[in-house]
């Protein structure tokens, strides 16, 4: 018996709260919420799950990135650059995950918004080199700021050497301050997230439709290939990781490094080996910056990051060494990359007459000038500023939990931001007048409360979309970035039982996603879907993952392929999946629940096509 295909999705209006998440709504801001007196205008747009970015349940203080991010996005495209067919993206979180809907800019507005584009756009292209060598600087600044805020324990008085000076001022007025100032400088790196980031993608979106116009029917990949091959920042903590593996190798100290379970003590048991010392100096010297990378995304305040969990960079370098050993090279195909971004290039322009030659090659140049920032800035944000942003965070939580605000050290992120301000003033009140604050008493239990609410948001598997979808998808950035396609939305409405019911693996068949990375090969599929079972993964796995990250690269060495649920061709997957000539398909919607561990697997990287053999 089959079921026919849905035509819309859901309303969120209609969708009843999951079992054990009653009362969801009230864990998250009310500007994040479909609320009613907005419903005319919230069910007459098309939303989809921005599982790129949040995959999972995202907790109430863990809110203020996706508000941050989206606000900045926007201010770019609306008020900054005024990019004239696209305002910015409207966003919505909706039992627990978040939903995206882009903004168009009112056809009306378009042609006054034409030539301050091109005057604005035109001199941050013209340029771009100091720039954003001052944007290198107002990051690293933001970075130092956060990392001098500190959160302790007030003292039992004052100093006298502030009586003596006359301050005025309490330790309460620096717990204040220093949240105010951690929230307002996440704010200032999310702003700095986006100065060039939309830039980088028109400049790419431009040479895109130059090639389309010029060279009908060249593969979405033809045009990535003559960008890719850049030195880029982003893969620096995989590259430091190679060089030290390599190192220890060289100078005999890599059977200490290749034992299970590294940690703390394998650089103890190192430092006792031959050359161990010179190692130990390289790995510190790598440690900062490029271990300000997370296992994640830099989203959410559970991320782990290797330069809290060693046992992470030193479980690659581990695998590094034990490739190494099998006479493996372990280097990124850089010199084949650029050798085949050349030929490329010159083929297609030997079809150009010299006038077409001359633009194409403009266009190129400065999508090649920008493409770095487009995977760059995801280092010095999401992962440098959010690890410390979030550590910090950490730090204000185990003060209130020692103070028995919250059960658990890191209970704080069940609260949005707006009461951890409250929490905190309660707390500072109380020290200050000599009283016991009201947060002991107040928050243990509805902490707990909301903690089994996202546990049961986190048990049902969320709608890909909401609402009537469009009968084409056009907005570039929807498709080159996140993978969502016409044909995309038609196959989550044609799923067995309706939309956000995958059913059975056997229903469905073979799927289909975006042609990201070329190649074709066949395997055995490893599903993981946490940052947190990369060990699962074996030499010669085919990856499937919901998403995937781009400090997931040192796996790369030892799987075939990639498949993910989200993402276009200009997602971080796709793109990091290029550069270390890996075959990939993203976009399939839903592969990490259809398809199972140990099943065999063909991945058509340019094609766009998974088969599945049995």
């Known amino acids: 018996m089959t079921t026919a295909s849905r035509t819309a999705f859901p309303s969120p209006y209609e969708m009843p709260a999951p079992a054990g998440a009653a009362g969801w709504e009230r864990l998250y801001p009310y500007h994040m919420l479909f609320q009613p007196w907005r419903r005319a205008a919230e069910e007459g747009r098309f939303w989809f799950r921005d599982s790129q970015h949040w995959p999972t349940v995202v907790k109430p203080f863990e809110t203020v990135v996706v508000e941050l991010a989206f606000k900045g996005l926007g201010q770019f495209n609306t008020r900054h650059f005024v990019v004239p067919p696209a305002y910015g993206i409207a966003f919505r979180v909706h039992q627990g995950y978040v939903y995206l809907s882009p903004v168009d800019a009112p056809e009306s507005r378009i042609p006054a918004r034409v030539p301050q584009f091109l005057e604005r756009a035109g001199y941050y292209y013209a340029n771009w080199d100091r720039l954003l060598e001052n944007w290198k600087g107002k990051v690293l600044g933001t970075i130092r700021e956060l990392e001098s805020i500190s959160f302790t324990e007030p003292p039992e008085v004052q100093p006298f050497e502030e009586i003596e000076a006359g301050v005025g001022l309490d330790a309460a007025d620096a717990l204040l301050g220093g949240y105010d100032r951690l929230l307002a400088l996440c704010h ?16 790419y979106l431009d040479f895109f439709h130059f090639c389309k116009q010029r060279f009908p029917g060249i593969p979405d990949q033809g045009i990535a290939a003559m960008v890719t091959g850049a030195e880029m920042e982003l893969f620096r903590p995989d590259d430091e990781l190679r060089k030290l593996a390599k190192l220890a190798v060289a100078l005999g100290a890599d059977g200490a490094l290749t034992v299970p379970d590294p940690g703390e003590h394998t650089l103890t048991a190192v430092g006792r080996e031959p050359g161990g010392r010179d190692w130990l100096d390289a790995w510190n010297a790598a440690r900062d910056p490029w271990f300000n990378f997370t296992s994640g995304n830099g989203l959410y305040s559970s991320d782990r990051y290797w330069r809290d969990t060693l046992s992470l960079p030193l479980g690659y370098i581990r695998d590094y060494i034990l490739r190494l050993r099998r006479g493996e090279t372990i280097d990124r195909p850089l ?24 633009d194409f090659e403009a266009k190129l140049s400065l999508a090649r000038q920008v493409y770095p920032y487009v995977e760059n800035h995801n280092f010095y944000i999401e992962h440098w500023s959010m690890g410390v942003f979030w550590r910090k965070s950490r730090e ?13 050290a890191n209970d704080m992120f069940y609260l949005t931001c707006d009461e951890v301000r409250t929490a905190l ?13 009201a947060g002991p008493g107040h928050w243990p239990p509805e902490v707990e409360r909301r903690r089994r609410i996202v546990a049961a948001l986190a048990r049902q598997r969320p709608e890909p979309a909401l609402n009537e979808p469009p009968g084409e998808v056009t907005e570039p950035f929807s498709v080159m970035l996140w993978g969502i396609t016409s044909e995309r939305i038609r196959s989550w409405l044609a799923a067995p039982g309706g939309p956000g019911d995958l059913g059975d693996l056997g229903d469905l068949g073979d799927l289909t996603g975006m042609a990201a990375s070329p190649g074709v090969v066949e395997g055995t599929a490893r599903v993981i879907h946490s940052p947190d079972e990369l060990d699962l993964v074996r030499e010669g796995d085919i990856l499937v993952a919901p998403v995937t990250a781009p400090s997931w690269a040192p796996v790369f060495g030892k799987i075939r392929a990639t498949v993910t649920d989200i993402g276009g061709v200009m997602s971080h997957a796709a793109i990091v999946c290029r550069e270390y000539r890996l075959p990939a398909v993203t976009g399939t919607g839903s592969a990490s629940t259809r398809i199972r561990t140990g099943q065999r697997i063909r991945v058509d990287g340019t094609a766009g096509t998974v088969t599945l053999l049995d």
Do not use: C, K
Request: net charge negative.
């Open 425 to 437: 003033f309660d707390y500072a009140s109380g020290w200050a007048i000599g009283v016991e604050p």
């Open 396 to 408: 204000l939580s185990a003060l209130l939990h020692r103070a028995g605000f919250w059960p658990g």
């Open 188 to 203: 200032r790196a999310w702003q700095y997230h986006f100065e060039f980031l939309n830039l980088g993608y028109a400049a």
């Open 335 to 358: 010199a084949e990359l650029v050798a085949e971004r050349e030929r490329i290039t010159s083929e297609y322009a030997a079809l150009l007459d010299s006038s077409a030659r001359a």
